[in-house]
Every structure is written in structure tokens, then in C-alpha cells.
């Protein structure tokens, strides 16, 4: 044979004598500890063959640990990296840490029934591929069986209550580990990197578990033991093969974390029990398709859904009372949520990105709205509520889909791209804005009507830029501020930067508005000429019949040779003076009113 077999136990002096092994030599002895004695012995099935080294570790007692930064030379001698067996004989009651590191040569390891402990990298990086730890072991500690490039299965021992931090860290073909139902805690990382670990049970005696403990293993299935009434930070997170989690009714609080990235995670359901989940407990859970979340629940923290862009509904529970920062950020297939009426804030970006939320209804006791809330989503139409006074920056950016906004009048400030690239069409400023934002409707190609009211101070940079259906822009005498591009101007990249020869400010004489028409090269029409500020989408003032720019007698007469004579017609847009839908001598009369105005 080309060794001894495993069942043999250790090489001794007698089978030297029996001629069972062909040479054989004691190599080195140490004393690792008090009354434990280390011996390395070198033999040969035939003289001159094939030469094996093991070691045998025999007494009463306890191994000492090697200092940190040290390894097996120092319990097996210069050759350490060529065993491939160690025997630890009854009497033994543990294994010291660094005892057997880097012995990587390390296929066979016989432990006796008196161990109770296994020290930090007892065992790390080496060629074992099975494990069977004797029922007294109560302890594995750090990195002990770490890196052990070939090992294929572990029993863990009847008596074990505590498994270190990265154990087991990195075994790459570790498939099967066989657990008790007294094990306590499980470390930090003790189970990652474990690709071919497809099921582990974890006992529901075990009451305490570290970070990342199945990070990148490939676990299919977990349940919470039931000694667990909080699941900790991080403590599942990054186990991307994960596709269900069984919650107990006895959990009170998932952590920070706690599931991020299990991106095969496909539903969950929260016990009622449960009144805390934490900052990105869910997180980037791409594959999470449906949750349940109990009524009861009192606290939801920010990015608790983030990137779960299987996420079709959601029923958020009343009595949480705010929507934090990135809660759906990118949930792409969320078509549906209904927002409790106790909700007063939408927190920073909280649905942004989700492309498929076309309607939602914003509560009455809404009074924050953050920055970015619905950012690039499907809206269509929306209504914000009274108690919101500021319309954060970029809030309903890029919502290509939008059309209709309604705002109430309460609303102080509009800040940076609020409603940039949306498909509104017409909007009226509300009544208690002073300043509208950089770039507030930036891009709004369908834009073409504005009412800007007299509370208005500041007009930000690009405001209206790139808006190149609003034909006209009536600008109050309060606002003594008009930004860089703020109207008129469209950036191109095909031919530069230029003005939109057909854009209009109608102001005061002698305002900023009309400095800034001057200053950019855009028409301008005193607003003193002007009877009223409406204005038609087709590019006409209302009621300048004749198109001269100068509602007056001129607009008049024609109106009235247009009502005598049949044969005459005027545009439908610009002479219907009273808004009832029929051009008549009722529009006639508004007109010389409005002239002799």
C-alpha cells in the first residue's frame, strides 16, 4: 500500500519491528503543553519508498496556543508542511491555537473523545475532507478549520454550543454540515464562501449570531430559530441563492440589513409580531416579489426596499407615520401602493426610479415631500397636498409621463428641477411662491402656457429652458431677479447653444424681465399695451385679432366686419373674449371694454 490506513492509528516502533513499515524515525518532539507532549514521525511502507510524516499528540491536559503570527512549526518542526496525518490521543482536552496551521498537506485528522476545544487556525488551510468533531467539543474557534480547500462534510458534535468567527470560512467544496440542537451562537462570517452548501439547519437553540454569517454561500432555504426574537444586523445579508426565509411570530425586530442582497429572495412574510425593521433590512433583494408587513408595525427605515425591482404592490401599514429616504428607490415593477393617511413625509428619493408607478394618491396630512420622492417614476397626474409649502429639488424630475399637476397655493419655494423633463403642459405658479428653482421646468417640451404670480422674486438659472412650446412668458413686476438661460434659451448639441427666435416675454417697461429680453435677444412686449394675459397655445395674443402685437380699435374693427360679414371668419383662439364658446357681439362688447381699459 502507499501508506498505512487511517484506521491503523499512529506509526510505531512495532510495526517497525514487524516489518510493517520499511523505515521509520522519529522526526522532532515538543512539549505543547502542560503534560502534552507533540512527536513527528517519518516513515516508509518499504526502505528507501515513499516517505509520510504524522504527528501524534498525546497526555493529559490542555495544548497550548501559538502566538499570533505563528504556525505548525512550532508543535511539528521544520517539516510541518509535509504531514499528512495527526493523531490526538484520549487525555487531550484541546488543541491550542495555530497548532496544525498551514499544514497543508493535512488529509486525515483523529480527535479523542476528551476534546472540548478546538483553539483560532487550529486547522486553518488544510487538505481535510471530512470532519467528525467528538461529542464534548463545546467550542470552535476562529478561523479553525478555515480554508480548507477539500473539505467535503462536517459533523459538528452533540455538545457544541459556540462556532467561531470565520470557522469555516471559505471552504469551497464544503456541501453537507450536520448540526446538534445545543449549539448557542455561530460567528461572523463562520459559514461564508461556502458555494456548495445548498441546506443548513439552524437549531433553534442558538440565540446569538454574527455579520454575514452564509455571505456568498449557496443555501437555499433559512429559518430564524425561535431563540431569536431580533434578527440581527447583517447577519443574512449577501447570501444571493437564498429564495425563502421562514420569520417566527415571537420576532420583534429585523436589524439593519439584516437580508440585503439575497437576490434570490422571491417573498416575505413579517409576523405581526414584528414591530422594527431597520435601514436596507431588505435591500437589493432584485428578486422579491411580494411582502407582507403587519399592521402593527410601528418603524420602517430607509432603503427598507431599495433596488427590489421585482416589487409589484406593497401594503405599507398605517401608524408608521413617514416614508424614509430610497424606501422603493428603483422598485422598477412597483405598480401600485397606497399611502396611509398618518403619513407626513416622503423621505429623500423614496420612489424614485419606479418606472412602472403610474398613480398614487398623496395624503392630506402630507407636509414633506423630499428631494428626488418620485424622480424619473410613471406618473401621469398628481395632486399635492395643501400642508406641503416647499416642492424639494429634482421631487418630480425626468417623469417623462407626467401631465397634470395640481399644487395648492400654500407652496413658498420650488427648488432645483422640480418638474424638469415632465410632460406637463400648462402650469400656474402658486400664489405664495417667491422663487422658482434652477431649472424648475427645465426640458418641458410640451410646456406652453405659465401664470407667474405677483409673490414671485427670483426666477433660477434655466428655469424654462428647453421649453420650446412656451411661446410667451408674462413676468411680474416683483421679480427682480431673472437666473442665466432662464427662458427663451435651448441648449443643442448638434448646433450649440442658441435662443428661440420665436420666444416672447411681455413685462413692464423698464423691469428685469425686460433687461433680461434685451440681454438675450428675445421679443418683448410691454405689458401695459396688453389688455390681458391669457395667451393661445397657437402662438397668438388672446384678443389681437389682427396679430400686431397691440390689442386696440384695430382688433375691434376687424371683429366687427368678421360678426357682419359671413363670408369674413376669424381664428377661434384669439376672438372668443368671453370664454363662452361662441364668437358673438358679446365678445365684441368685451373687447371695447377691455381696449377702452
Request: glycine share 8%; charged share 20%.
Amino acid at each position: 500500500p502507499e501508506r498505512l490506513p487511517p484506521e491503523h492509528g499512529p506509526v510505531t516502533q512495532e510495526d517497525m519491528d514487524n516489518g510493517v513499515v520499511g523505515d521509520y524515525r522519529v522526526m522532532s518532539t515538543k512539549e505543547v503543553g502542560d503534560g502534552v507532549t507533540c512527536t513527528v514521525y517519518r516513515y516508509a511502507m518499504i526502505k528507501y519508498g515513499t516517505v509520510y510524516y504524522e504527528a501524534v499528540v498525546t497526555g493529559t491536559g490542555a495544548m497550548n496556543d501559538i502566538a499570533d503570527g505563528g504556525n505548525a512549526s512550532q508543535a511539528f518542526g521544520s517539516r510541518y508542511k509535509e504531514v499528512t496525518r495527526v493523531f490526538v490521543e484520549e487525555g487531550v482536552t484541546s488543541i491550542g491555537a495555530r497548532m496544525a496551521k498551514d499544514t497543508v498537506n493535512l488529509d486525515y485528522l483523529s480527535l479523542p473523545s476528551t476534546l472540548t476545544s478546538i483553539g483560532d487556525y487550529a486547522f486553518y488551510n488544510t487538505k481535510l475532507t471530512a470532519l467528525d468533531l467528538p461529542d464534548a467539543v463545546q467550542s470552535i474557534g476562529e478561523y479553525a478549520f478555515a480554508y480548507a480547500s477539500v473539505l467535503e462534510s462536517v459533523t459538528l458534535s452533540d455538545g457544541l454550543l459556540s462556532v467561531g468567527d470565520y470557522a469555516f470560512y471559505r471552504c469551497p467544496v464544503l456541501n453537507q454540515i450536520e448540526t446538534n440542537n445545543k449549539l448557542q451562537s455561530i460567528g461572523t462570517r463562520a459559514f461564508a464562501y461556502l458555494p456548495e452548501l445548498e441546506a443548513f439547519t439552524i437549531p433553534d437553540s442558538v440565540t446569538q449570531m454574527g455579520d454575514y454569517v452564509f455571505l456568498a454561500s449557496g443555501v437555499k432555504a433559512l429559518k430564524v430559530p425561535a431563540g431569536m426574537t431580533v434578527v440581527p444586523e447583517n447577519t443574512f445579508r449577501g447570501i444571493r441563492t437564498v429564495e425563502s426565509v421562514s420569520l417566527h411570530d415571537g420576532i420583534t425586530e429585523i436589524e439593519d440589513t439584516a437580508f440585503f442582497m439575497c437576490t434570490s429572495l422571491q417573498s416575505i412574510e413579517v409576523p405581526d409580531s414584528v414591530k422594527k425593521i431597520g435601514r436596507a433590512a431588505f435591500g437589493s433583494c432584485e428578486s422579491l416579489a411580494s411582502v407582507r408587513l403587519p399592521a402593527t408595525l410601528e418603524e420602517l427605515g430607509d432603503n427598507v426596499f431599495y433596488g427590489c425591482k421585482a416589487l409589484a404592490t406593497v401594503n405599507y401599514p398605517a401608524g408608521v407615520g413617514e416614508i424614509g429616504d430610497m424606501a422603493f428607490y428603483e422598485c422598477a415593477a412597483l405598480t401600485s401602493i397606497t399611502i396611509p393617511s398618518d403619513v407626513t413625509a416622503i423621505g429623500n428619493a423614496a420612489f424614485r426610479g419606479c418606472s412602472s408607478l403610474a398613480s398614487v394618491t398623496l395624503p392630506e396630512g402630507l407636509t414633506k415631500l423630499d428631494k428626488s420622492a418620485f424622480r424619473d417614476s410613471a406618473l401621469t397626474a398628481v395632486t399635492i397636498p395643501d400642508g406641503v409649502t416647499v416642492l424639494e429639488d429634482y421631487t418630480f424630475m425626468d417623469c417623462d409621463a407626467l401631465a397634470s399637476v395640481t399644487v395648492s397655493d400654500n407652496v413658498t419655494d420650488m427648488g432645483r428641477k422640480v418638474f424638469a423633463g415632465t410632460a406637463i403642459t400648462s402650469f400656474t405658479v402658486p400664489a405664495a411662491t417667491r422663487a422658482i428653482g434652477y431649472g424648475a421646468f427645465y426640458a418641458c417640451a410640451d410646456l406652453a402656457e405659465v401664470t407667474i404670480p405677483d409673490t414671485v422674486v427670483t426666477i433660477g438659472n434655466y428655469a424654462f429652458a428647453r421649453c420650446d412650446a412656451l411661446k410667451y412668458l408674462q413676468i411680474p413686476d416683483s421679480v427682480k431677479k431673472i437666473g442665466t438661460g432662464a427662458y427663451g434659451y435651448r441648449a443643442s448639441l448638434a448646433e450649440g447653444d442658441v435662443v428661440l427666435s420665436d420666444a416672447t416675454i411681455c413685462a413692464s417697461r423698464d423691469s428685469a424681465a425686460q433687461k433680461y429680453a434685451e440681454d438675450m435677444g428675445l421679443q418683448f412686449v410691454d405689458a401695459s399695451t396688453m389688455a390681458t394675459t391669457a395667451y393661445a397655445a397657437n402662438g397668438y395674443y388672446f384678443a389681437d385679432i389682427n396679430n400686431d402685437q397691440v390689442v386696440d380699435a384695430a382688433d375691434a374693427q376687424q371683429m366687427r366686419y368678421a360678426l357682419t360679414d359671413s363670408s369674413l371668419s376669424v381664428a377661434e383662439e384669439i376672438s372668443d373674449i368671453n370664454g363662452d364658446g361662441v364668437i358673438d357681439a358679446a365678445d365684441a362688447l368685451a373687447l371695447q371694454e377691455m381696449i377702452a381699459a
